[in-house]
C-alpha cells in the first residue's frame, strides 16, 4: 500500500467520486476550493492506493506551521472491512511523524441517526493511537471532537489553521464548542 499524490486527473476523478459519496454535504468544502489550496501548497491530496495501482481511498490534509490536519480520509466500499483503512492510517501518521497530526470526528455525544457509526470511527481512531484534545469545536453547525496523534493543539492553533489555508470566510463559522472533561 501506498500513498501517492495526487495530481493527474484519473487519480483525482477518483478521490472526488469517493469525497461526494462518502461525506456529507454539509461537512464538504467545495472541491474545486481543495483543488486550488492543493496548488497554493496548504492542502494534499493523496491517493490510497494498492502497489499495483488499484485505488483504495483518499486523505487530504492542510498544513500550516506545524500542524496538519487530516481534514478527510475515506476508503473504497469495496476495500472496507479489509484492514485497509487500518493500514493507511498508520501511514499518514508516519508521514506526519514530525509534525502535529489531527483530526476531527463527530461528536458521539451529540444524538444523531448515524451515532453507531459515530462510536465505530471513534473506536477506531483511538485503537490507532488517537486520543482527544482538550476541547471540542462547532465547525459549520456541526459539533465535533478533535483528535491528536499525541502533541497538544490548543483551540487557537486549531482555529488559525482554518483562518491561515481556507481564509477569513471559515474565520466565523468555527467555534469552541466545549472544553473537554476526557
Known amino acids: 500500500m501506498q500513498l501517492i499524490d495526487a495530481r493527474d486527473a484519473a487519480r483525482l476523478k477518483n478521490i472526488q467520486a469517493l469525497y461526494l459519496a462518502a461525506f456529507p454535504a454539509a ?7 481543495i483543488l486550488k489550496k492543493q496548488a497554493e501548497g496548504s492542502v ?8 499495483d495501482g488499484r485505488f483504495l481511498g483518499l486523505a487530504i490534509l492542510a498544513h500550516a506551521g506545524d500542524l496538519s490536519l487530516l481534514d478527510y480520509f ?3 466500499p469495496e476495500s472496507r472491512g479489509k484492514g485497509t483503512g487500518g493500514a493507511a492510517f498508520e501511514l499518514l501518521k508516519a508521514r506526519h511523524a514530525n509534525r502535529r497530526f489531527f483530526l476531527e470526528i463527530e461528536d458521539v455525544s451529540v444524538p444523531s441517526d ?14 490507532h493511537g488517537m486520543r ?3 476541547f471540542k469545536a462547532e465547525l459549520f453547525g456541526v459539533r465535533m471532537e478533535v483528535l491528536s496523534a499525541g502533541a497538544e493543539v490548543s483551540f ?7 483562518t491561515s489555508v481556507f481564509g477569513s470566510v471559515d474565520k466565523n ?3 469552541l464548542a466545549a472544553p473537554c472533561a476526557e
Not at 461537512?27 to 476550493?33: G, I, L, T
Not at 487557537?156 to 482554518?162: D, K, Q, V
Open 173 to 175: 463559522r468555527i467555534r
Open 156 to 162: 487557537e492553533e486549531y482555529h488559525s489553521l482554518y
Open 27 to 33: 461537512e464538504r468544502k467545495p472541491f474545486s476550493m
Open 114 to 127: 448515524n451515532a453507531e457509526q459515530r462510536l465505530r470511527r471513534r473506536a477506531f481512531y483511538l485503537r
Open 74 to 76: 475515506a476508503v473504497s
Open 132 to 134: 482527544p484534545l482538550s
Open 44 to 51: 494534499d491530496i493523496l491517493s490510497i492506493e494498492e502497489d
